[in-house]
T-cell receptor
Framework: GENVEQHPSTLSVQEGDSAVIKCTYSDSASNYFPWYKQELGKRPQLIIDIRSNVGEKKDQRIAVTLNKTAKHFSLHITETQPEDSAVYFCAARDSGAGSYQLTFGKGTKLSVIP | DSGVTQTPKHLITATGQRVTLRCSPRSGDLSVYWYQQSLDQGLQFLIQYYNGEERAKGNILERFSAQQFPDLHSELNLSSLELGDSALYFC??????????????FGPGTRLTVL
């Protein structure tokens, strides 16, 4: 099955700086890569996703890049704000037919220091 | 609010007991997924149902079982509970239609504490 590795596990940045979180996946047939943000005590919420036919996607201060050859994808947050502090999870969609199962990384705890 | 509901919000029980967690998916969603999130751990996929049928199985213990009913709500049954089963259990739903990328929407979770 799919295996997703996520780094770093914790990340502290000064407000206004950029943050980068990286993930690698093992199944070359995976074709969908979402990123979820989970604030303390709350549900994970999708913040951005990318499909395997796209190399980069941007939404305001958030961007995701995908390198299919190297099987890695990254989340970039620019001009970080205190409300960006949360745990971020990357995921890859399993290629099993009709499953749509997501395999998640172990998460990155981002702390934005005012 | 994602549209996915879970009950109960909190559950405290003793070792050896059995509990049932309930999930109602978003209106129109056919797929339901169950995840376990332990302290400082990521989201561990347990099981997926699609329109009443089991579609995929992850790291689900034999003591755990699930089902999806005709009205598409799902229940996760946890039996012979152990201290290590204490965790946050999330349900997620997606449209599940063929050919789509199927964003998963998460419910608020059920926090299970086994004493």
């Amino acid at each position: 099955g799919e295996n997703v590795e996520q780094h770093p596990s914790t990340l502290s940045v000064q407000e206004g700086d950029s943050a980068v979180i990286k993930c690698t996946y093992s199944d070359s047939a995976s074709n969908y890569f979402p990123w979820y943000k989970q604030e303390l005590g709350k549900r994970p919420q999708l913040i951005i996703d990318i499909r395997s036919n796209v190399g980069e996607k941007k939404d305001q201060r958030i961007a995701v890049t995908l390198n299919k050859t190297a099987k890695h994808f990254s989340l970039h947050i620019t001009e970080t704000q205190p409300e960006d502090s949360a745990v971020y999870f990357c995921a890859a969609r399993d290629s099993g037919a009709g499953s749509y199962q997501l395999t998640f990384g172990k998460g990155t705890k981002l702390s934005v220091i005012p | 609010d994602s549209g996915v509901t879970q009950t109960p919000k909190h559950l405290i029980t003793a070792t050896g007991q059995r509990v049932t967690l309930r999930c109602s998916p978003r209106s129109g969603d056919l797929s339901v997924y169950w995840y376990q999130q332990s302290l400082d751990q990521g989201l561990q996929f347990l099981i997926q149902y699609y329109n009443g049928e089991e579609r995929a199985k992850g790291n689900i213990l034999e003591r755990f079982s699930a089902q999806q009913f005709p009205d598409l709500h799902s229940e996760l049954n946890l039996s012979s509970l152990e201290l290590g089963d204490s965790a946050l259990y999330f349900c997620a739903s997606s449209a599940g239609t063929s050919g789509s990328y199927n964003e998963q929407f998460f419910g608020p979770g059920t926090r299970l504490t086994v004493l």
